[in-house]
């Protein structure tokens, strides 16, 4: 059978691997910070309406523009943005990945702090951008001495902060955005996907925007909307970063069933989000139990936890997949990662926890 180094493929991608999580079917899976609650029936109704009227349709091109969908998007945001100021694409992934075509490539670089998302650096490699990992404070916390020390150090033309930050829940203050954002030369990305998990109040980077045209916020769907299987990602930036992107976009990247199905989605903000507060309960819940039972829960602004104290975190993964409860073994030592689900969903984790014993 062929093998991959069999193949011509490009030199700088070889002994790569690729972005991947356990998929198992269990009772209780908490590995991935899906929203685990399903979609309101009235609202998934009014989505296949929606998809179905665009069924009809399929034998033309979408809109290229996705036009409707970025007037939605800006007006869910608020904060004064215009449609002009909107991107979106397949997940914010592929919206990360088209501001890398763009912005980086050969010969340019991004910088991001460690641990981090682990998607930043496949993603830099597949645009032959230089990946540069910077370290952060203590407890995976980033303040603006830390931050502005990297740039100075790397004067990196593209910066991710992904706040708060995946793998480990830290919330990044907006004072280490605001930092970053006015030292560094080139782009500066804000990943929030897990924003609307951060406590009441919290300011966005969506507030730093105005007169800052090298900055840009990213979101995505997939989390608060519980809409991760419909892969609809977006951004709000100045509108001449919109422009460059429709430079490296595929043409009509956006389906017109992702776009029906969207537009949906945000016809029913407050529903979709009526979650997000139940799931904030849980996430605190799970880090006073973890806490009781000996384990080290580290602060979290997203829908997950990680914690530490964990001897070996394999065995624990391999003890509560036996008892049909997976979560995450990231690979940073003595720590696993869970997802804080439905109030069933979080008694069956805590409940499988206890019974294989404490930290």
Known sequence: MTQLDDLPIRDDLR?????????????VALNVNENTHPIPEDVAHDIVARVAAAVIGLNRYPDREFTELREALAGYLGHGLSAEQIWAANGSNEVLQQILQAFGGPGRS?????????????????????WIEATRDEDYELGPETALAAIREHDPDV????????????????????????AARGIVVV???????????????????????????????????????ARVGYLAADPAVTDALRLVRLPYHLSAITQAAALGALAHAPEMLATVGEIRLQRERIGVELAR????????GSNFVLFGGVDDPQALFRALLERGVLIRD??????????????????????????IGGA
């Open 293 to 300: 039972l000996g384990y080290r829960p580290y602060r979290s």
């Open 159 to 182: 910066v991710f902060l992904c706040s708060p930050n995946n793998p480990t829940g830290t919330p990044l203050s907006i004072e280490t955005i605001t930092a970053v954002a006015d």
């Open 15 to 27: 002994g790569k691997s690729a972005y991947g999580a356990p998929q198992q079917r269990v009772p």
């Open 191 to 229: 990943d929030e996907a897990y924003a609307e998990f951060a406590e009441p109040g919290t300011p966005s980077a969506l507030t730093l925007l105005p007169g800052r045209p090298r900055l840009i916020v990213s979101r995505t769907m997939s989390k608060a909307f519980a809409f991760a299987g």
């Open 110 to 130: 991004l910088l991001g702090f460690g641990p981090t998302y682990s998607m930043y650096r496949i993603l830099a490699d597949g645009t032959g951008t230089r």
């Open 330 to 355: 990231i690979g940073l030592p003595g720590t696993m990662r869970v997802s804080a689900g439905t109030e069933a969903e979080t008694t069956a984790f805590l409940e499988a926890l206890a019974a």
